[in-house]
């Protein structure tokens, strides 16, 4: 009886921003970033959660998710016009590449990725 290698997947780690470590943390970070602007309370936001967290482990290293309570970052929202939650923000060396504002359905969320990443 030997494990399955799909089992054995390593999870990708989100990453949580701050308005402190934001800059940072994006511009150490190579390939394609996911930045989800979310808060606790936000129905919608829990909802696509999984959906990101899986596309960050499927894309074996290329695309990075990390996330930005709204609540807690007022000025990191502010500076990049989120105006409803949840919004996902596509960065490439350090600049948006693509927005996509709501809970989107899986396969819009992965052709941004499978044409930015």
Request: proline share 4%; with cysteine; glycine share 6%.
């Amino acid at each position: 009886m030997s494990a399955s290698p799909s089992r054995n997947r390593r999870v990708a780690e989100t990453i949580h921003l701050t308005e402190k470590n934001f800059d940072e943390v994006l511009g150490a970070t190579e390939g394609l970033v996911m930045v989800d602007f979310w808060a606790e309370w936000c129905g919608p936001c829990r909802a696509i959660a999984p959906v990101l967290e899986e596309l960050a482990e499927a894309s074996e290293g290329r695309v990075t998710l990390m996330k930005v309570n709204v609540d807690e970052n007022h000025g990191l929202a502010a500076r990049y016009g989120i105006q409803s939650i949840p919004t996902i923000l596509f960065f490439k060396e350090g600049a948006v590449v693509d927005r996509v504002l709501g809970a989107a359905p899986r396969a819009e969320l992965q052709s941004v990725v499978n044409a930015r990443a």
